[in-house]
């Protein structure tokens, strides 16, 4: 049982981290697992040869929340046959649905094609999406845009400047952005990913590990932040996907959480933790301790 604030906190971080286990058989597993699919439906004698998968995303930069949800990993191919001007530049589907095709038989209990990826269920629940790519230069890639066209992406890139922030801040960022995440799963599930840690890195010059006055600093600052750019330099600003409304709801819901953990801290400051551990409860949900 949690008894002081801290203490829940504490409690919450440790059921929200994934642990080493799910690191190796989850998330390592299941990549290695992408890398062994792809490496036998597409050799290097094919038209279109596989050359590796890597992991992105949250587990990538280690913001991944329990229960996990989905490992994003980015499958690379070879454009030495030239595959990509001579049968894809202007049919991105056809190369998904090429990629989707040659899941058929695997292990996987079901195959979804979701725009600009393969979503792959496994018997044991879980699933991994692969977004397959080409090289177009150094850390830039080809990917499918969701319709017949292709976007460039540099995730690594991304994930780098991400990194790079969390030990400028103490690597203190990656624990508040997920405990962020489980704010904004309680909240609508407004923000993508992406764009909240993206959010959060810009948010702050500096960050001590007290999470509580983190997480304040960031309700009250970030709604400054919203129109953030890609940090890997393709994508533009993040917020594209939020129409108008969408982000005045946005920064209304940051006013109401920066106001909500005013009260949890002042409360936490007088000693009345049942009071600040209530108001945190609404902040990031039902499964905070009580």
Known sequence: MSGTTYQAFEDFMESITITDYQKTSIVAGRTSGVNADLKEAFPSTSDLPFIEAKLMGSAAKGTIVRPIDDVDVLAIFSNENKAWQNSYQYDSQAFIYRIRKAYDGFHAVQVGTRGQAIRVFYQNGGHVDVAPVFIQADGVYHLPSGAEGWILTAPFKANEWFLKKHAELGYNLATLVRLLKKWNQAHSKR???????TMAAHSFSSLSSNRRTGLQKFFEWSGSYLDVSDPGGQSGSLSGYLTWSGKDEVRKSLAQASDRSLKALAAEEQGDNDEAKRQ???????????
């Open 191 to 197: 923000l993508k990913s992406f764009h909240l840690e």
């Open 280 to 290: 945190w409860r609404i902040i990031l949900g039902s499964s905070f301790p009580a």
